[in-house]
């Protein structure tokens, strides 16, 4: 399956220190693919680094606060045909409680026959001192847990021809090594219902990176070398010797079908992200790195004309047509490029930087979207207690609730459906001061309106929200 760009890793280690510094928030990792209208439906992620009042309990018992930071990484998806935007999935990280962090974190994601509302995605997620989880989630909203701590290495690739999920993800429990599994779909997904793909027939652990549904063939990494595996054969691509390629995170199949670019994630470790370009020859395959003087670089292809490649270098934005042998620039930007999308049969390229989303139309860019300003959390003690709208609102299943309290107290909140019955107690505890945020997950409830209430020393606050299935 062709791939859309989603670049995912720890982002939020390296992040803070290249955002712009009068605003904080920046755009980055578009992606983007036309629907069965013809409609053009992007992909995109707004980093907001955020600082929050963490509260514990020393051994006197006293409550110290301190300011710790966190923030939300959330992937939105715009509609290009009536402009909706919305959060697709949420992706964040803060610390709860009494210092407890919470984390959800996208890994992987790939859309069904181009719908962008049929979509399979790795998450992993932690709640305090409970041991991180991977779940997959198919579109009926189903979650398949996996009994394994996954390490940022899953991947996932659908082929819609046979309704078959291939993954991967690090499986402590085979020794580290990554594992390779099969699932099928059926009417209900259960972990006992999937099985190995034995792609190593040399000993050699394999990781896999994609899935190619032109021809049927796979895109295999070990630390060392990347492999080709097609009807029961392998072929080497190219080793390196250095430990680099298990970084490879994504890939875009050129129209040829048997040119493949292959984007590394090394933000965990530096701000620099590479693009090969591995190419089929007769009987042998060559190599090499795009722009390799560049440690800024996003990618966009022709899905329609082989060799055609769009690539940015930091501000700069260059077109080739021949696989990147030779390019020339076309566009300059003041603020950095941080991903690309080519709209196929068209001469329209949208270009995202850290401030703006662009329409390039006859080699014209005219923004159409902005980042949001900072909306930072003030790091005072609140100094009356309060409950904020819940957002996403409408939201479908996840949707997230803050309220701020003056002093650590015993706190509740409920919610409550329109007739008033208790539908589910979300906080019936100590919280501490500062600012508090729950996550409430309603998939087990039906679409419609609901109240959530906040009690505390006698202070009852009530607001509204909306479950939309």
Known sequence: MRRFLFTISLLFFSFPLIAQESNPNFFHDLSGFEDSTGTTQLFYRVYEPKTTICTYQDDDGDYINYEDSWYNNHLYHLNLNNLSDSILVQDYFFLQGFCEPKLSFLEDIDFVNRNPAVYYQFKKENFGSVEATILLINPDKQRLVLNSFVDFEAELDFDASTNTLYFNFLDWKGYGEVTHKLLKEDSVWTKDQYSE??????????????????????????????????????????????????????????????????????????????????????????FKELLPQSNSKSISISTLQSGQVYLSDTTKVFFSEDYGETMQEILEFEEEVTGLYKKPDSDILYVLTKTDLYKVENGQPISIKQVPVSNEETSEIPSAVSLKQNYPNPFNPTTTIEFELDKATFTKLTVFDVLGRKVRELVNETRPAGTNTIEFNATNLASGVYLYRLEVDGVVQTKRLTLIK
Do not use: C, H, Q
């Open 197 to 286: 793909i034995d792609f190593n027939t040399d000993f050699i652990p394999l990781s896999f990176v994609g899935f190619n549904d032109l021809n049927k063939s796979f895109l295999l990494v070990n630390a060392d070398s990347l492999f080709y595996y097609f009807e029961g054969n392998k072929e080497l691509i190219y080793t390196s010797g250095n430990g680099y390629f298990n970084s490879f995170k994504d890939y875009l199949i050129d129209a040829d079908s048997t040119s493949t670019y292959l984007m590394t994630d090394n933000r965990t470790y530096s701000s620099k992200s590479d693009i090969f370009l591995a190419k089929r020859n007769e009987t042998s395959w060559s």
